[in-house]
């Protein structure tokens, strides 16, 4: 009986840590600089090429702006990704069963969401690139 309580000690803290580990901060992506001699048609292109290749749902287009849906499983996405002449941001919009919530000013989400978002922000910046030495 000793040895259990002894066990349940310092398992629980542990629970409890891995518990709390499911969110991590949510910080956008740093803007991704747009190569030089590349259109707009160019950095559209590149842009729905990342997302679409991660599978994001591109929901609405503007000049300037294109906003994306994440659909799996149960976790809902959405983020703006908006870009000029010379940058390209990846912002976060709204989210559903991703555990958003802010707390003394900061954001924290589900663990996952951040390596979406960069595995779409490597892919764009690959493509940019890419498309550069052409």
Do not use: C
């Not at 600089?33 to 950095?43: D, T």
């Not at 559903?96 to 003394?104: D, I, Q, R, S, V």
Request: glycine letters at 6%.
């Amino acid at each position: 009986m000793q040895i259990r309580r002894s066990w349940l000690i310092v398992l629980l803290p542990l629970m409890l840590l891995l518990m709390g580990a499911r969110q991590a901060p949510l910080n956008d992506p740093d803007p991704i600089m747009i190569p030089q001699g590349l259109s707009g048609e160019q950095v559209v292109k590149e842009i729905k090429r990342a997302l679409i290749g991660r599978n994001w749902t591109i929901t609405n287009e503007q000049q300037g702006r294109i906003d994306s849906t994440l659909n799996l499983r149960d976790h809902v996405a959405r983020i703006a990704v908006s870009y000029d002449a010379e940058r390209i941001s990846v912002a976060y919009v709204s989210s559903e069963n991703l555990k958003f919530e802010e707390k003394k000013g900061e954001r924290y989400i589900h663990k996952n969401y951040m390596s979406w978002v960069n595995n779409v922000v490597v892919d764009l910046n690959r493509g940019l690139q890419l498309q550069a030495l052409d």
